[in-house]
């Protein structure tokens, strides 16, 4: 069984408050951020685009660094099933700008067999062809996907894969050991 993993809220923590404060404490900024999301996430709009779509000069620095915090207890479980020879790979949502710089920091990424960045992919979860992408990739039918978000995981199951709603490293730790 191949174990693909969502990202953020799974390896990487949700966005921290207090980076998302100095970005703004409008509810109308982040109505807009969320709203627009999703097509920065695809890759089909520019850091500059989607940031004229959310209506404020561009938070470029700040928006990677609200997404930069990494759980590295889950980091060292990735390097565990790797050393053990499980097929583990990464599904997430992500602009190019915070790809290139998780890239750029973490050598971890490198552990995945394969590396799905929405931005890249050109879709993002819970569409279908986000999951498709990464089946046809990894060449099997027999996939686990772990993320925080229930949506995407009952999308996920929706074509065939396994799913693992995310809630803490214990539940993962005691799923992987019933299927080794």
């Not at 807009?32 to 470029?60: I, K």
Request: aromatic share 10%; net charge negative; with cysteine.
């Amino acid at each position: 069984m191949i174990v693909l993993f969502d990202m953020f809220g799974v390896i990487a923590r949700d966005q921290s408050p207090e980076v998302m404060r100095e970005m703004s404490t409008a509810p109308e900024f982040w109505d807009a951020y969320w709203a627009h999301r999703p097509a920065y996430d695809r890759g089909d709009v520019t850091a500059q685009e989607y940031w004229e779509r959310v209506g404020h000069p561009p938070l470029v620095e700040q928006d990677v660094a609200s997404w930069s915090r990494v759980d590295y207890e889950m980091v060292a479980l990735l390097h565990e099933l790797s050393n053990a020879g499980r097929r583990i790979a990464l599904l997430s949502n992500i602009p190019e700008d915070l790809a290139r710089n998780f890239e750029r920091t973490h050598a971890w990424l490198d552990l995945f067999e394969v590396c799905a960045f929405s931005c890249r992919i050109g879709h993002a979860k819970p569409e279908r062809g986000a999951f498709e992408w990464c089946r046809d990739r990894l060449g099997d039918d027999d996939i686990l996907f772990v993320d925080d978000r229930l949506e995407n995981v009952r999308a996920a199951e929706l074509v065939g894969m396994r799913g693992h709603h995310f809630t803490g490293i214990d539940g993962l730790r005691t799923l992987l050991a019933a299927h080794p």
